[in-house]
C-alpha cells in the first residue's frame, strides 16, 4: 500500500505587506530584501485565526475532488502559531469542516512540520489504518514576529495549504521515500523563548520581546544548504533514483538564496526548482505545500514526474520525500 496525494489546496489572507511598508516599520530597503532573501510581499492575517485559514485551505483541497468531509480518516495540522495552546488546532479545523468521523492532532517541527505530518500520515495509511487524510500546513508568524526587529520580520508571513492523502495499491506511485531527521544541539538558532514551562507570561518577558521570534539567519542558512542536499541525495537513493530524475523540485521557502545554493549543489535545472517565497515569504509549515499547490494549479507537475520535497527549519529539524506524482 502506498499513499498519493490526490488534491491540494491553499489559502492566504488577504492583506497584503509589502517591502516599501516594511521601510516604514525599521531601518531596511526593498533592494536589500530582494537581493538578500527574493521575498517581495507577504500576506498578513488580520481577524482571522489560524484554523480559518487552514480550513478555508482545506475547502480549496477537498472542494477540487468533490470529497465529502465524513469520508476524512484523519488530519493533521502542522504549525507552530496554533490558534491557542490547548486544544489542538486541527480540532477546531476538524469542526469547521464537520470531518466527524476524522482523529486529528497538531505536529510542531517548524518549517519541516509539513513533511513530519506528511510521514505520520504515510505511515498510517501503510498500515492499513487509514484511507484518507488531510495535511494541513499553516501559520500566522505575523503574531510571533518582532516588528521592531529588521533582521527576522522581512521574512515572515501568513497562510495555509493542505493536500489530501489516498492509499493506493501501486507501489510504483505516491510517496515512494520520505524521510526526516532532528538534531537538539542547536535549539539556539531559532526559537520563541515563551511563554512557555521555562518563562510563563510576565511584564519582564513581554518588555524583553522573549515572545517573538529569535534567529540566528547566518548560521541557519549555512547549515540549512548542507542538510537539504544530503538528506535529499539520501531519499533518491532509497529508490534507486538520483538528481538528474527529478521533474520538479519543491523546497521549503525560507529564502530564494538558499534554493538557489541547493539548486547549485545538487546540480538540477534552476527552472525545475518552485520558487514561491517571493509571493508569500516564509511561511514555516505552510510553505511546502502552498508551493506545491501552486505548482500544481500552474501546470508545472505532470502525472508520472518524480517530485523531490525538502524542508530545513527549527531547530534543527530536516525532511526529504521522494514523490510519483
Ligand atoms: O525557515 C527555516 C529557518 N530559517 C531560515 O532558513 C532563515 C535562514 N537565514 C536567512 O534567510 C538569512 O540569514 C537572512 C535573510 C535572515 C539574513 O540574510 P544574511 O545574508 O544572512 O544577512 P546577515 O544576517 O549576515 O546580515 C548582513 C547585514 C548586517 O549588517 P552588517 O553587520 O554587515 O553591517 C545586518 O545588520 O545586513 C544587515 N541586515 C539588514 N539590512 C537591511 C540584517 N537585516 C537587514 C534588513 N535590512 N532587513
Known sequence: M?????????????????NSDLEKMVDTNNEWIVQRTGIKVRHIADGESTSDLAYKAALDAINKIHLD????????LATVTPDMPLPATALFVQEKLGAKNAFCFDINAACSGFMYSLSIANAYIKSGTVKKALI?????LSKITDWTDRSTCVIFGDGAACVVL?????ENRGILDIR???????????????????????????????????????????MSVRHIASISEESLESVGLNFSDVDCMVCHQANKRIIDAVVR???IPAENAVITVDRHGNTAAASIPLALDWANKNGKIKEDDILLLN???????????????
Open 180 to 222: 526526516l531527521k532532528s538534531d537538539g544541539a542547536y535549539t539556539n538558532l531559532m526559537r520563541v523563548p515563551a511563554p512557555g514551562s521555562i518563562k510563563q507570561c510576565s511584564e519582564e518577558v513581554i518588555k524583553n520581546r522573549e515572545i517573538y521570534i529569535k534567529m540566528l539567519g547566518n548560521e541557519t542558512f549555512k
Open 166 to 170: 489516498e492509499a493506493t495499491d501501486d
Open 2 to 18: 502506498n499513499a498519493k496525494i490526490i488534491s491540494t489546496g491553499s489559502y492566504l489572507p488577504e492583506k497584503i505587506l509589502t
Open 69 to 76: 468531509p465524513l469520508d476524512i480518516d484523519l488530519i493533521i
Open 311 to 325: 524542508s530545513f527549519g527549527a531547530s534543527l529539524t530536516w525532511a526529504a520525500s521522494v514523490i510519483r506524482w
Open 265 to 267: 549543489r545538487i546540480k
Open 136 to 140: 494541513i500546513g499553516a501559520e500566522e
